[in-house]
């Protein structure tokens, strides 16, 4: 609504806050293939029934409502990972791929895990086109028929490093990780970046020495 008429009625009453919020639990906005949509486009028009307004709209709107999710408490970080693609979408350049900020495949997973997908493979390959990681080494060209801990071994190595032991299952999301290291320093204070909702600088001082570094690195929903 224009400026002046913002007084006149309130996106934050109650009977809006819970019409908002339904539209939001929709399945669409949880679906990891989602991702892959928003995140190579270049006009995105939401739509639902006979209303529809551009993506960049939508998302600054939404930026501007003060939702309670007292009752929603995983639906914050899946919707902003959602409308923090779909609001960059016109600031994308014309026939160029996509690239998430330079977000390497482990960022992405460890952002956009929580997605849901029907088959557990996808949560990966979904990711791979959005990764600024060259892949074509790691073995993890999409192929449905490697078992799931098959490709969780894989992603694992391919994020850290191929000469640790990877234990997984099936049936489970869940790696466990065994290797050997040294303890350089340890994190002295983490701030949250104001201009990503999903960033974290983490000031880490090494053991032994007056060196400090500022270490950025995006987490999950």
């Known amino acids: 609504m224009p400026a002046e008429d913002e007084s006149t009625y309130s996106w934050n009453n109650e009977m809006s806050q819970k019409a908002i919020l339904k539209l939001l639990e929709r399945p669409w906005f949880r679906r990891i293939w989602v991702l892959q949509e928003v995140a190579a486009a270049r006009r995105i028009i939401i739509m639902c029934g006979p209303a529809e307004m551009t993506g960049y709209t939508f998302c600054s709107g939404f930026n501007k409502l003060e939702l309670s999710y007292e009752a929603h408490l995983d639906l914050q970080s899946l919707i902003r990972s959602v409308t923090y693609l779909i609001g960059g979408a016109i600031f994308r350049p014309k026939y160029a791929t996509y690239s998430s900020g330079g977000a390497s495949l482990g960022e992405l997973i460890d952002m956009y895990h929580t997605r849901?997908?029907?088959?557990?493979?996808?949560?990966?390959?979904?990711?791979?086109?959005?990764?600024?990681?060259?892949?074509?080494?790691?073995?993890?060209?999409?192929?449905?028929?490697?078992?799931?801990?098959?490709?969780?071994?894989?992603?694992?190595?391919?994020?850290?490093?191929?000469?640790?032991?990877?234990?997984?299952?099936?049936?489970?999301?869940?790696?466990?990780?065994?290797s050997k290291g040294s303890i350089l320093g340890q994190a002295s204070s983490v701030e949250s970046d104001s201009t990503r909702y999903d960033r974290q600088h983490v000031k880490i001082v090494f053991k032994n020495t007056p060196r400090s570094l500022e270490y950025g690195r995006e987490w999950g929903a």
């Open 116 to 178: 849901e997908a029907t088959k557990r493979h996808d949560k990966v390959y979904t990711l791979l086109g959005m990764s600024s990681d060259d892949l074509s080494a790691a073995g993890l060209t999409p192929n449905y028929t490697v078992p799931c801990k098959t490709l969780l071994q894989q992603l694992v190595k391919s994020v850290l490093c191929k000469e640790v032991f990877v234990g997984t299952w099936d049936e489970k999301e869940i790696a466990i990780i065994k």
